[in-house]
């Protein structure tokens, strides 16, 4: 039940959302400034929502994070640097 809950609840927050065309990494183009997002505050924004971070990678602009919740429910998501913004999340 909670598995169902928090999906959505992600749902509603569009964090999870269907897997979007290759194209996702264009989305991640550096910023003017050159200024980035720190891994730690996409980490921490998830583990607000309830999940645990198990990975966050750096590439292309982007970071490619993959956690779970505490019911095992996976996700991987794309995040862009720049902003923090998130691109793509969909379920593992």
Do not use: W
Not at 46 to 70: F, H, P, Q, T, W
Not at 72 to 78: D, H
């Amino acid at each position: 039940m909670r598995t169902i809950i928090m999906t959505s609840a992600l749902l509603a927050a569009g964090l999870v959302t269907p897997a979007l065309a290759d194209g996702a990494d264009s989305r991640c183009a550096s910023g003017v400034d050159g200024r980035i997002v720190a891994a730690s505050a996409v980490s921490k924004g998830l583990e607000n929502l309830g999940y645990r971070v198990d990975r966050i990678k750096a590439e292309d602009g982007c970071y490619e994070v993959r956690a779970v919740n505490d019911s095992g429910f996976p996700i991987k998501a794309v995040y862009t640097q720049a902003t923090g913004e998130l691109v793509q999340a969909r379920l593992r």
